[in-house]
């Protein structure tokens, strides 16, 4: 019989990896991959339509029984669908126009109603996928209105980031109640970038979506060590709303020429540098406690991202990194040896209660 564990891994999500080459243009050949690796779950990237159809993910079952069985077939499963594209496409400050309409198709590039119109029933199709294959959680970004102006001059007015995430909370709200619905957690990656980033704009968009029981988040503590915040104390503050996780690490390395806002270079040049599994300063043993002793039964799923180690080997060694992390849950308490069972008679004693 095998340990009980609430935390179920490794996993790999496929997005860094997906390309033209093979083993990452086909989901057959990614998922013997990752197989071979060590992995036994993947997280599916839903843009990369090499990888799976989500239009007919999401109206057929013959269609999704198939891509789990080729998934089965290589000896992993699906873990999570991603849309952290689409998400981010729901609300795209004009600054970025340019930027993702690199990214999405291109019939709605150039039109910005359009890109967002795509990106929400992106959302909703996803939605449907996810129950279809019998996924449980689903990761997002919820995009990004008032980023721009994180660190401002001038002074924007005092209620910029208000209209902001108002904005933002009446766009997902109706996708929320979608995911509903599907019995579907939508998990939004805390993340510099978009505007929820930390915990404090994560509270601000859960307070004004209504405390939505299907609005969570995808922990990753990375973006958490290179703002400078306590990842750990994170788990403790919101561990019942934290439905996804990605083991990714990282380093801050600031001196007296480089900052965490990286000073427009390079991830080579920069302070704050995402690394490998291991080779960042991120203390995995204290998160996987926590996110155990909180009663976390997702999946933990590497997103390898490095600027210095070729991903092959960076996705060897997080394969056995995150197995020898996930905790093997006790079935005792280590002092039971040591505590007698005692009659109600013999309590009341010892309490100096009827002591006859």
């Known amino acids: 019989m ?3 564990q609430s935390i179920k891994g490794p996993a790999v999500f496929l997005a860094q990896f997906a390309g033209d080459q093979v083993p990452f243009n086909s989901f057959a050949s990614i998922c013997r991959w990752a197989a071979d690796k060590g992995f036994v779950g993947v997280q599916v990237p839903t843009w990369r339509t090499e990888l799976i159809d989500l239009g007919l993910a999401a109206s057929s079952h013959d269609y999704c029984d198939e891509i789990l069985g080729v998934a089965s077939e290589a000896g992993v499963e ?14 795209v400050h004009p600054a970025y126009d340019e930027l993702f309409d690199g990214l999405v198709p291109s019939e709605v590039r150039g039109k910005p109603s359009a890109r967002q ?6 959302m909703y199709l996803a939605a449907q996928a996810s129950a279809r294959l019998g996924l449980t959680h689903q990761a997002a970004f919820p995009g990004a209105l008032a980023w721009p102006y994180f660190y401002p001059w001038p002074t924007p007015p005092a209620n910029l980031a ?28 805390v993340h510099p970038g978009v505007d929820v ?18 609005c969570q988040i995808l922990y ?14 994170f788990i403790e503050t919101y561990a ?4 996804m996780f990605h083991v990714k690490d990282a380093e801050l390395r600031t001196d007296d020429r480089r900052g965490v806002y990286g000073g427009f270079q390079s991830w080579h040049n920069r302070a704050a540098r995402f690394r490998s599994l291991g080779d960042g300063q991120i203390d995995f043993r204290a998160v996987f406690s926590a996110l155990t002793a909180h009663g976390f039964e997702g999946w933990a799923v590497l ?11 960076g996705a060897r060694e997080g394969a056995v990194f995150i197995r020898d992390h996930i905790i093997e849950l006790t079935d005792r308490a280590f002092d039971d040896f040591a505590a007698p069972r005692l009659e109600r008679r013999q309590l009341r004693k010892m309490m100096g209660i009827d002591p006859a």
Not at 198 to 213: K, S, Y
Not at 240 to 243: A, H, K, L, M
Not at 303 to 313: M, N, Q, V, Y
């Open 162 to 189: 208000q209209e902001a995430f108002d904005e933002l909370a009446r766009r997902w709200r109706p996708i929320l109640d979608a995911y509903d619905e599907q019995g579907v957690g939508l998990c939004f990656e």
């Open 78 to 91: 699906i873990t999570e669908l991603s849309t952290h594209l689409q998400g981010h496409c729901v609300a």
């Open 303 to 313: 997103e390898w991202e490095c600027f210095l180690k070729h991903p092959e080997a």
């Open 2 to 4: 095998s340990a009980k």
């Open 220 to 233: 990753d503590p990375s973006h958490f060590l290179l703002q400078g915040m306590d990842y750990v104390g």
């Open 197 to 214: 980033h930390d915990g404090i704009t994560f509270e601000m968009f859960l307070e004004r979506v209504g405390e939505h029981p299907r």
């Open 240 to 243: 019942e709303r934290i439905g």
């Open 117 to 122: 119109e795509w990106a929400v029933d992106q």
